[in-house]
């Protein structure tokens, strides 16, 4: 928008030019008490720098990994095997969800669940690179199929709190 020069650009014509998943996202992310500069370039961007392609492409990934390994059983899984910090970081955060709702829902700082699945993407995409989830050791596998998972779980839930959508290919 320019007012001096007399243009805008119609939320239609917004969703129009970058898809509601990208519009939705960026508008979310920005506080009600803050001027946004919406960045058209990187919210068309099919690259890890455009925030809400990094989210969906970490659940995609997730639906790939599921895809190739096929369902996670849940019997008899040895946690204790979770051990590497980038799994660790990626159990820490999820356990921040619950209190990203709870903080947002008494000061409709609802910035917050955009950044939360943001720093879920960080954490799941370091954890993906640091361990391998299929490996030979069927053992450590299974437990790590248990925590892509939860990580699973908990992406939903919060794109599905944004209004964007989680698909399982990109």
């Not at 809400?52 to 895809?67: D, G, L, P, T």
């Not at 709702?101 to 943001?118: F, G, K, M, T």
């Amino acid at each position: 928008m320019s007012k001096r020069a007399g243009t805008y650009v119609t939320i239609d014509e917004l969703i129009d030019e970058v898809g509601v998943d990208a519009a939705r996202f960026f508008f979310l992310m920005t506080g009600l008490n803050t001027h946004m500069n919406f960045n058209l370039n990187l919210a068309k961007e099919k690259s890890d720098k455009n925030p809400v392609f990094k989210v969906q492409y970490a659940y995609a990934r997730i639906c790939s990994i599921f895809k190739k390994a096929g369902s996670a059983k849940k019997q008899n899984i040895n946690f204790a095997l979770l051990k590497d910090e980038a799994e660790l970081n990626l159990m820490r955060e999820f356990l921040k969800l619950s209190e990203v709702i709870e903080d947002s829902s008494n000061d409709y700082q609802l910035q917050r669940l955009p950044q939360y699945a943001l720093e879920l993407a960080e954490y799941f995409h370091k954890f993906y690179e640091n361990c391998k989830v299929i490996s030979e050791d069927k053992e450590l596998t299974k437990a790590r199929l248990q925590l892509v998972l939860a990580a699973k779980i908990v992406f939903k839930n919060t794109l599905d709190l944004i209004g964007v959508s989680a698909p399982e290919k990109m």
